[in-house]
């Protein structure tokens, strides 16, 4: 049977959800925020573009908690379940007011007003996406095929111990790839010819799908002998850079040598921690129906919920 989904309706289940969905807001809104900034700033400084990033982030998880809290607030007064998009045409109508006020009262330059718009825009709608909804932030670091659809076989319980094998290499990729947007962004903003910017794009390209895919693999991984022969595939670049960085660092001590060495080295031993508690616990699929199963989903255990003929059947039956 249809349920309408409502705002907030994961609240009832997990309590304090829309702060987390706040915070999961706020930050990814920094980032972009941030990134949009040192798009436009061209600052050739990553020190100071990670400065940056850093104070645009923490700024967006704490609006985001704010945000959140007067969202949820305002839906326990009066009662009314709004939508996503109702959620974000009223983040749009209400930063555009606030800030036009503001900066007309305290005559900002329009400058100033112009890129406080835009950072509050660009934090405030994921926030008003996030919170309210049916997103689980918990689950970056719970989700996986290795934590949902896969018990350990002795024991019937989940394997806690494989999930948190996969949890390094998950945020060191996508980590990894953050940082090389932020190191990167300096690279777009100048003006170049096309044989140069097209190499910029296939080195991110390249870059960006071995991060992706590793962390993808992460969440929903094959089968084992799948994933070895795919890990050992995708690595073997990766530790072919780490030997021949690593000769020419005990060669001759070089600080850029030294960063190839650490990261790919990095990424290797985050594999393995990951192919190791993969590889290693014992799982097997859980329950399932099916409509090719021998058993009709009329027997299957513990259905909330009837068809319409069968509950009509019974009022007859009572009725008669």
């Not at 990033?53 to 969202?71: D, E, P, R, Y």
């Not at 379940?81 to 045409?89: I, M, P």
């Not at 825009?121 to 309210?132: D, K, S, T, Y």
């Not at 021949?244 to 031993?269: D, M, P, T």
Request: one cysteine or more.
């Amino acid at each position: 049977m249809y349920r309408k989904q409502v705002a907030f309706q994961l609240e009832r289940t997990v309590p304090g959800t829309f702060l987390m969905q706040g915070l999961l807001g706020g930050v990814l809104g920094g980032f972009v925020a941030a990134y949009i900034a040192a798009l436009a700033w061209k600052e050739e400084n990553f020190v100071m573009t990670l400065d940056l990033v850093s104070l645009a982030v923490f700024t967006g998880g704490i609006v985001g908690i704010i945000k959140a809290t007067i969202m949820r607030g305002v839906v326990y007064l009066i009662g009314i379940q709004y939508r996503a998009l109702t959620r974000v045409a009223a983040t749009i109508i209400l930063t555009c007011l606030s800030v036009a006020v503001a900066g007309r009262q305290a005559n900002f330059d329009p400058e100033f007003i112009r890129g406080w718009l835009i950072w509050a825009l660009v934090v405030g709608i994921p926030v008003a996406l996030l919170v309210g909804s049916q997103v689980k932030p918990w689950k970056l670091f719970t989700f996986g095929s290795m934590a949902t659809g896969e018990v350990d076989q002795r024991s019937g319980s989940k394997s806690v111990l494989a999930t948190l094998g996969a949890l390094p290499l998950r945020f060191l990729s996508i980590t990894a790839w953050v940082l090389l947007l932020l190191y990167l962004a300096p690279e777009f903003s100048r003006s170049r010819n096309v044989g140069e910017v097209l190499l910029v794009i296939l080195f991110l390209s390249v870059a960006g799908f071995y991060f992706w895919f590793s962390a993808y693999l992460t969440f929903r991984s094959p089968r084992k002998i799948v994933l070895f022969v795919v890990g050992a595939l995708i690595n073997f670049p990766i530790l072919l850079i780490c030997l021949i960085a690593l000769r020419e660092f005990l060669h001759e001590f070089n600080e850029k040598v030294f960063i190839y060495v650490a990261i790919s080295s990095s990424f290797l031993l985050a594999w393995i921690i990951f192919l190791v508690a993969r590889l290693g616990a014992k799982l097997s699929p859980g329950p399932s129906l099916s409509i090719t199963s021998n058993k009709s989903i009329v027997a299957a255990p513990n259905l909330d919920h009837q068809c319409l003929g069968s509950r009509f059947s019974e009022w007859q039956q009572h009725a008669a």
